[in-house]
């Protein structure tokens, strides 16, 4: 008996599926690691205290910057979307409308299938971010400790809101490239509240110096250092 058309197409749009899958879940530490063993590194969620320490958590999240992503962080669709996912959780946090799935409209970046397949690069991001939000838009690149901590500082100003991107090998173990929402800084306690878009791993806290690591790490893509997205919103006359 011969196949019929209808199932031929459910069996290609089957293997198209399953492609897919297979596409976002192993290429992406091939394209987006930065090449370097981090096998040994002591993985934050194991071996710090703090990292999803309710205490310190409920302490971070009360910062005035937190609060406004409080009402719903939105995690990304795929392995692919944690630059989009970002942003749309700026501008959600901004009081803007912000999906993940219509962020990237007239932006010039186009998906295959629903995925981003070299991921996004800071710049690219910050392009994004400029065209969706209408604030100023810094890139930060090649920060030391103190020019870190001083924008870590910033990141409770309610008029800023900052994306880092970063590599997890120095923090996790496991070389992959990723952006994800700073929401806040418990600067006595020295810690960083990131709001991972992975749901994976969810919102966590990392110390400045072990944080900074992570995003001076170089993208393979660019060979440019990682770094910070700062975005502003205007001030009015």
């Not at 966590?204 to 110096?209: D, G, K, P, T, V």
Request: glycine fraction near 8%; include cysteine; hydrophobic fraction near 40%.
């Amino acid at each position: 008996m011969t196949m019929t058309r209808r199932r031929r197409f459910l069996i290609v749009a089957s293997l198209a599926v399953s492609l897919l899958v297979a596409t976002v879940m192993v290429v992406p530490p091939l394209l987006w690691g930065d090449g370097i063993d981090y096998s040994q590194v002591a993985a934050i969620q194991t071996t710090t205290r703090e990292f999803q320490d309710p205490s310190s958590l409920a302490k971070a999240w009360a910062l005035p910057v937190a609060q406004r992503y409080r009402a719903g962080l939105h995690y990304q669709s795929n392995g692919s979307f944690c630059g989009p996912a970002s942003v749309a959780n700026v501008m959600r946090s901004l009081g803007h409308e912000g999906d993940q799935k219509t962020v990237l409209n007239g932006t010039g970046m186009s998906t295959f299938l629903g995925v981003l397949p070299g991921g996004m690069t800071l710049d690219q991001l910050a392009d994004v971010a400029q065209k969706k939000l209408g604030a100023k838009v810094t890139i930060l690149r090649d920060l030391d400790l103190e020019a870190f901590r001083a924008h870590l500082r910033g990141t409770n100003d309610p008029s800023r809101r900052y994306i880092m991107n970063f590599n997890r090998g120095p923090l996790f173990g496991k070389s992959m490239g990723h952006h994800s929402p700073i929401a806040g800084y418990l600067a006595d306690e020295d810690l960083v509240l990131v709001l991972d878009v992975n749901e994976k791993y969810g919102p966590w806290l990392a110390r400045s110096e072990r944080l900074l690591e992570a995003i001076n790490t170089v993208d393979r893509a660019t060979h440019k250092k990682r770094g910070l997205l700062l975005m502003e919103e205007p001030t009015s006359p």
